[in-house]
T-cell receptor
Framework: QKEVEQNSGPLSVPEGAIASLNCTYS??????FFWYRQYSGKSPELIMSIYSNGDKEDGRFTAQLNKASQYVSLLIRDSQPSDSATYLC??????????FGSGTKLNVKP | GAVVSQHPSRVICKSGTSVKIECRSLDFQATTMFWYRQFPKQSLMLMATSNEGSKATYEQGVEKDKFLINHASLTLSTLTVTSAHPEDSSFYIC???????????FGPGTRLLVL
């Protein structure tokens, strides 16, 4: 079983819609969770981090964490074509070691 | 803030030669730096973790004698691919984190092509 699992996609949504990206993790003691965006041929860039159960909003992005279900998600409101990228979920296992999911490719169609 | 640079951005070398990649934290002190490798259409693979002034910790399956990592200062880590072979061709990305913080900030990556 992989430490962090994501659906590889592609996830296609029309411009203006809400894109929902999901991630599950296996290590129950994980405390820190991150979403990164990676454009093709580029390195990952941090979108947001979340540490507590519940929702955390930053602009058009909302991260949701449910530690009981070992589940973290990212919602992108009012999706734009420029949001088309691969989204990586990362989990820190308390030993300063990140585990990355394989990423979900998002296509936002104009 | 939290800018990480890498040099070179792209390098082509002949098989059997060595290549050095630099990773610098420009506006913060990076107590820990990480080196990743990413093959096309695959996710990031952690190669090693380095702390300033100490030996790097390599992930299972990564040859420490082939991938030499030096973290001599709080703003600079280097990865040297020794005796490179075509199968080492990949996208090498470093990241850095500040003391007390868990967030990793990524450099722009170095694309290595070994002929």
């Amino acid at each position: 079983q992989k430490e962090v699992e994501q659906n590889s996609g592609p996830l296609s949504v029309p411009e203006g819609a809400i894109a929902s990206l999901n991630c599950t993790y296996s290590d129950r003691v994980s405390q820190s969770f991150f979403w990164y965006r990676q454009y093709s041929g580029k390195s990952p860039e941090l979108i947001m981090s979340i540490y507590s159960n519940g929702d955390k909003e930053d602009g058009r992005f909302t991260a949701q964490l449910n530690k009981a279900s070992q589940y973290v998600s990212l919602l992108i409101r009012d999706s734009q074509p420029s949001d088309s990228a691969t989204y990586l979920c990362a989990v820190n296992n308390n030993f300063n070691k990140f585990y990355f999911g394989s990423g979900t490719k998002l296509n936002v169609k104009p | 803030g939290a800018v990480v640079s890498q040099h070179p951005s792209r390098v082509i070398c002949k098989s059997g030669t060595s290549v050095k990649i630099e990773c610098r934290s420009l506006d913060f002190q990076a107590t820990t730096m990480f080196w990743y490798r990413q093959f096309p259409k695959q996710s990031l693979m952690l190669m090693a973790t380095s702390n300033e002034g100490s030996k790097a910790t390599y992930e299972q399956g990564v040859e420490k004698d082939k991938f030499l990592i030096n973290h001599a200062s709080l703003t600079l880590s280097t990865l040297t691919v020794t005796s490179a072979h075509p199968e080492d061709s990949s996208f090498y990305i470093c990241s850095a984190s500040q003391g007390g913080e868990e967030t990793q900030y990524f450099g722009p990556g170095t694309r290595l092509l070994v002929l």
